[in-house]
């Protein structure tokens, strides 16, 4: 909704589909598929969140950037908001990536000679 309004305000169209917009659909086709397949464990969807969130983290980082180059500082006030919160999703998700992979990585390791 924060994207809706901001633009309503603007005097743009929220429904509009951009160019850009029309990327982001096809690049997140990818991510839908990835988590879809039946190959994909656990440990892979959860990289495969955290890439999301990534992605989200960065479009909110330069909504506000964007917004405030603009002169809009209280729209950008708003995105910043939503980065914020965000914000803890990417850490949680790569502490969860880590320790799986961490945790496959001990089957690396050369047996101890006994």
């Avoid at 169209?13 to 990327?23: E, G, R, Y």
């Avoid at 990818?30 to 969140?49: E, F, Y």
């Avoid at 506000?64 to 209280?74: F, I, M, P, Q, V």
């Amino acid at each position: 909704m924060i994207v809706v309004e901001a633009l309503r305000s603007l005097g743009a169209d929220p429904t509009a589909q951009t160019p850009c917009a029309d990327l982001v659909g096809v690049e997140s086709l990818g991510l839908v598929q990835a988590m879809n397949d039946p190959r994909t464990s656990v440990q892979q969807g959860l990289h495969v969140m955290l890439d999301a969130e990534l992605l989200d983290n960065a479009g909110w980082d330069l909504l506000a950037r964007l917004a405030r180059a603009a002169g809009h500082d209280e729209i950008a006030e708003g995105f910043d908001d939503a980065l914020r919160q965000e914000a803890v999703h990417p850490a949680q998700l790569r502490s969860w990536v880590e320790l799986m992979t961490l945790g496959d990585s001990s089957m690396l390791r050369p047996a101890a000679p006994h």
